[in-house]
């Protein structure tokens, strides 16, 4: 069984530029979440899909992050402008929308803002 | 609102000494528990889960008992190797009966494990 693809695996930018991940899931999964992970902390969640509605995006900074998922499958995250602070790894996850279910993760993009 | 806090890190030890990471935890409703093990270069894996008081999960050696009494999972191996060197993340989940986000996961700030022959 396929994970959970992402890309780019690494990304360096300039601050004040714009970028955007993406992320395919497991088939069959209809939760989806991204995750920022800063150097030394744990991840946090900055939004999460079931199908192609948003279910939490609470803690998304929406003045400069934004988040789709088309169709309910793939899914793109995108950062415009960014800050240096963003620099993290953002991570994708996704679930059987089912209690108890496991969240499995991609291996992530590690974006560096400069 | 939920949060996970672990010990502090990083943890170095030998090969084939014993392992505890404390991981204690404030959350509403009916939490599920979770270690999560992010090998170097790879995405976080599930290690193992708890989704009630006392359920005891465990896999590849590695054990933690859901306290409800205490609010702790505390992460424990009897005789670490050297293929166990990673960083491991305790988090919670609280569920549909309790919730309000349900699937939203909340980790610990995780802890650093060097594993030296």
């Known amino acids: 069984e396929a994970g959970v693809a992402q890309s780019p695996r690494y990304k360096i930018i300039e601050k004040r530029q714009s970028v955007a991940f993406w992320c395919n899931p497991i088939?069959?999964?209809?939760?989806l979440y991204w995750y920022q992970q800063i150097l030394g902390q744990g991840p946090k969640l900055l939004i999460q899909?079931?199908?192609?509605?948003?279910?939490?995006d609470s803690q998304l900074p929406k003045d400069r992050f934004s988040a789709e998922r088309l169709k309910g499958v793939d899914s793109t995250l995108k950062i415009q402008p960014a800050k240096l602070e963003d620099s993290a790894v953002y991570l994708c996850?996704?679930?059987?929308?089912?209690?108890?279910?496991?969240?499995?993760f991609g291996q992530g993009t590690r974006l560096t803002v400069v | 609102g939920n949060s996970v806090t672990q010990m502090e890190g990083p943890v170095t030890l030998s090969e084939e000494a014993f392992l505890t990471i404390n991981c204690t935890y404030t959350?509403?409703?009916?939490?599920?528990l979770f270690w999560y093990v992010q090998y170097p270069g790879e995405g976080l894996q599930l290690l193992l889960k708890?989704?009630?008081?006392?359920d005891k999960g465990s896999n590849k050696g590695f054990e933690a008992t859901y306290r409800k009494e205490t609010t702790s999972f505390h992460l424990e191996k009897g005789s670490v190797q050297v293929s166990d060197s990673a960083v491991y993340f305790c988090?919670?989940?609280?569920?549909?009966?309790?919730?309000?986000?349900?699937?939203?996961?909340?980790f610990g700030q995780g802890t650093i494990l060097t594993v030296h022959p």
């Open positions: 996850a996704s679930s059987l929308p089912l209690d108890g279910s496991e969240a499995f």
């Open positions: 088939s069959g999964h209809a939760t």
């Open positions: 899909f079931q199908n192609n509605g948003v279910v939490d």
């Open positions: 959350a509403t409703g009916y939490p599920s």
């Open positions: 708890a989704t009630k008081a006392d």
């Open positions: 988090a919670l989940r609280t569920d549909l009966r309790g919730g309000t986000s349900y699937g939203k996961l909340t």
